[in-house]
């Protein structure tokens, strides 16, 4: 993996492990990389108090998509509060971080747990 998407992948999990540890959830949420090489969040808002994750994803996707395609930025990422079932075992909190850029879409997937006060979060493996 190169050191842009690690970068990107290292934001995200990070604003994950933030939204979890204040709140417990999290909506979908993104990060993209500028040309500079910055690191930048991005989200959607839709005015509402408890909006469509499926609809805030389409949004995110969509714009994602668009800049890298307009050369706005390089990358981009997306976080997705998910649950995951490894084979024969009981489903668990995770996270799908979908990756994007010019002709790369790649989803990489991490579990969650909360021991004690804090949230944890782990690279998944079947």
Known sequence: MDTALKK????ILAQAKYFLNNTGEFYPFGSILTYEGEIRPVGAYTGEEFPNSQELL??????IKDGIKNHHYMRGGIAIDVFL???GKER???IEIR????DLFEKRYYTYEKKA???F??????
Do not use: D
Request: hydrophobic share 30%.
């Open 8 to 11: 990107i992948i290292e934001n």
């Open 117 to 119: 006060e804090n949230y």
């Open 99 to 102: 990756l994007y850029e010019k």
């Open 92 to 94: 668990v909190n995770g």
């Open 121 to 126: 979060i782990y690279e998944f493996s079947e």
């Open 85 to 87: 079932t490894p084979h």
């Open 58 to 63: 389409n949004f995110l996707e969509n714009a």
